[in-house]
């Protein structure tokens, strides 16, 4: 295991390191033997060893699962030992296992529901939350009480996330939470796990990064890293998950990196998790002779995922099933059918042989054999449905199509209205046609339609399946050639289900200059609206202009102070900006106004409200301040309004969400 | 061939003849092996003598100190025994919460007490074929996740193998026509299964763990 990096320095290694290097070899060579007892030695061993150690710890805060990865930093050696935190957690009342993933589910007990004592964890008497494993497990039983995907609802424009909304479907007895506490649990309970296996290395003395999808909105990071803070880890710091793929992909690659890719190439990351897809583009360029990695775009938020897949699998055959009885499936039913879909897909997807799979759902009583109904799942079900329907094969031309909302819209996540992946890719790639202008190394044909990718790095537990996975890389090879493009090569070896919090792991060790970093920056432009100076006209809304206050790819720890505009701020009154991001214009300057845009060019997001405090000031007087954005060394975009005065500082915060509208 | 031997005791011989030199000649030689056995004794008895006094004063010695510690020594020696007693009946009690876990495992993931209690005499093989593939589904999928099984032996079922002396008659069992000594030369009939990992969920120190599965209640 020693030695697989740097083997040039070897030789000059003093014999007493390499025999203390076989001895940790045959150390390992050991353990798996009597791995059970080796567990429980290390765990005490390891905590005596722990004062003065420093590790790197990645967190993964998925939509659906949570894992925690981490490099010791204080080894010397050149290896890398990677590990994944196996996290002990409830699975059913009084059972505890370790798992390396942590189902990102929040399950709100009635309180006749659990006995007393049956919710202890290796660090707590009774859990405060149940999360996890038990979650998922008594929430399939019980929707109701059952809080999901609170990621998502973090980066949902028009709620507010630290309002106890969750579970939307709740009757009112149920006393909810907020998707700010949901993944305040989440980071607790991997907090907790951590201190209880290293419990000299407290998590807030570590380096911690904590993963967030590209996508991600100012406000939804803010949210993340006052989460974080709210726990006491106050230096946890912000990687976007397909960068965090791509590190990860560096670092499985042991140093040959360099060899699969090329300066020119634009490596397209696709991020197809449990209930998010997410996509980047990382372009490959050179600096003295230096190849670099700069992150040049990020897709939209896009709602779909594995999920998605398996309900639309589950639902075909509740159609199929009661067309065939005639009887209605029950709702249990249906869960029972999505889980047993997701399991036969599998099957089916990695034996190529196995055309049709039977699906069972079992009764619920205890006579298995007498109420059990059976089915089957062929080959060309799951074509149908999950190929052709998620990734059908469109042109280059083709875009997601979005239906206008219904008006009677329920207070639910704004899942996407088009299922095709692949148009959402195509749809992508067209918009960040511009992204690589300004790098000199990579040169899009003038006929080209779209950004042309040289290259694919697929993530997420989706594209574990070669066929969902080739397919993606089919259609996008087809476009290409279609434009007389070379085919985009696939990167290989990356780990699906826990690069993302491996490469965040990484990252932490890359950040101590031990490797390539990626740049990039925010990867949107800010936008203020701000009212035209134009004669009102009755009946009409006055007119908004766009002012820039950060422009697109500003780098952390960097801050723009914006020279002319200058707005009246009441003491005392809260004063509400509407708020527009550009993933597209990359040109405009702090200052810049706008006056005409596309919906495809801004989006609105929240809006951003600034409360001057009295603070020694007379409440109704107006002070004139300047609007300044700094993206702080977190990854979080801050917002500040500087008066002309005195220079004094106030906040401006994002999560005032209009939870009315 | 009728001669008499007389014995006369006064006698003696006039002359000196061929057969009393020999006999003369061989007094002398017996003689001297005799003094020279002597001899050799004499001296090993005293060589000895004085390694033998040494030991004479210990164990002189130790009776002294023990006169006080007899007691103390008997003690030892019965610790000693006990241990040893209890040998021919050391049987492991199995722990029944691990059993009970286990069946609650499988309950859980195949319904595997819902399957072995129902009974499948009043169903047609095609319905019981239909639970069965919920219960292996589980079952493989409860042994997967909290062991990990290897097989014993890694040749292909029905071939040849051969058992060098000193096998571990505990991984291997010998079947049939069992004679002479190892090697032994046989077939392989079943390579045999090993857990070699066990990853079985902790238990809550309130956890009932008869309870395998609980009642079921829809509000």
Known sequence: MNGLFGHVNQN?????????????????????????????ESSDTQANQDQGKRYSVGIDLGTTHCVLSYVDLSSDDDEITQQVLAIPQLTSPGVVEEKKQLPSFLYLAHEAEIAEGSTTLPWTASADHLVGDIARNLGS???????????????????????????????????????FQATKAYLQHMKDAWENQYPHAALEKQDLIITVPASF????????????????????????????????????????????????????????????????????????????????????????????????????IKAKMEKESGNRLEAWQV??????????KEKIFNNPETDNVALVVPSRGSSLIGGTLRTELTRDEVNSVLVEGFLPEVAASDRPVSRPRSGLRTKGLPYAQDAGITRHLAGFLAKQQAATDDLEHVNLPDNASFLHPTAVLFNGGVLKSAVLADRLLNVLNSWLTSEQAPEARLLEGADLDLA??????????????????????????????????????????????ALCIAPFGMEEGTEEALPDDEFGLVIGEPVRFRFFASNTRRE?????????????????????????????????????????????????????????????????????????? | MNTTYTIDLSLMPTTLDLWHVYLLAAVLVLSIILI???????????????????????????????????????????????????????????????????????????????????????????????????????CNKAINEHFTLDTVRTDQEGSKVTLTEGFNASEVRLTGNIVGKAPFNGTLIHKGWQVTNIRLPKLTAGHNANIIAAAEVEL
């Open chain 1, 12 to 40: 000059d290694e003093s014999s007493t390191e390499d025999e203390n290097a076989q001895e940790n070899e045959q150390q390992h060579a050991d353990e798996p033997e009597n791995e059970m007892e080796a567990q429980t």
């Open chain 1, 141 to 179: 039983k019980t929707p109701i009480r059952l809080v999901a995907s609170a990621k998502s609802w973090l980066c949902h424009a028009g709620v507010d996330c630290k309002e106890a909304i969750l579970p939307s479907e709740a009757p009112e007895e149920v006393g909810r939470v907020s998707p």
């Open chain 1, 217 to 316: 909105d100012p406000a939804a990071r803010e949210l993340t890293v006052e989460a974080a803070r709210s726990i006491g880890l106050h230096h946890a710091l912000l990687l976007e998950e397909p960068q965090s793929a791509l590190y990860s992909w560096i670092n499985n690659s042991l140093g040959d990196w360099r060899n699969h890719v090329n300066v020119g190439d634009v490596i397209l990351v696709i991020d197809v998790g449990g209930g998010t897809t997410d996509l980047s583009l990382i372009a490959v360029t050179e600096q003295e002779g230096n190849l670099e990695l700069t992150r040049v775009a990020v897709g939209d938020h896009i709602l779909l995922g594995g999920d998605n897949m398996d309900l639309a699998l589950a639902y075909t």
């Open chain 1, 335 to 344: 869960q029972a059918l999505t889980h047993a879909c997701r399991d036969a």
């Open chain 1, 500 to 545: 993302v919090a491996k490469g965040a792991a990484y990252y932490g060790m890359v950040r101590q200059g031990n490797g390539v970093r990626i740049k990039g920056g925010t990867a949107a432009s800010y936008y203020v609206g701000v009212e035209s100076a134009m004669p009102a006209i009755p009946g009409m809304a006055p007119e908004v202009e």
């Open chain 1, 588 to 661: 405009d300057g702090v200052g810049v106004r706008l006056d005409y845009w596309t919906d495809e060019e801004l989006q609105e997001l929240d809006e951003i409200e600034i409360t001057l405090p009295e603070e020694g000031r007379r409440a109704g007087e107006v002070v004139p301040v300047h609007l300044s954005a700094a993206v702080t060394e977190v990854g979080t975009l801050e917002l500040h309004a500087v008066s002309q005065q005195d220079d004094h500082r106030w906040k401006i915060e994002f999560d005032v969400r209009a939870g009315e509208e």
């Open chain 2, 36 to 138: 020279i056995v002597l001899l050799s004794m004499v001296m090993g008895m005293a060589r000895r003598a004085k390694q033998p006094a040494v030991e004479v004063l210990k164990t002189v010695e130790v009776p002294s100190e023990p006169e006080i510690k007899v007691v103390e020594k008997i003690v030892e020696v019965e610790k000693i025994v006990q241990t040893p007693a209890p040998e021919p009946i050391v049987l492991k009690e199995s722990s029944p919460d691990a059993a009970l876990q286990l069946l609650g495992l499988l309950q859980k993931e195949a319904r595997f007490i819902d399957f072995i209690k129902e009974d499948i005499a009043a169903y047609s093989d095609a319905d019981i074929g239909v639970a069965a593939r919920v219960v292996h589904e589980g």
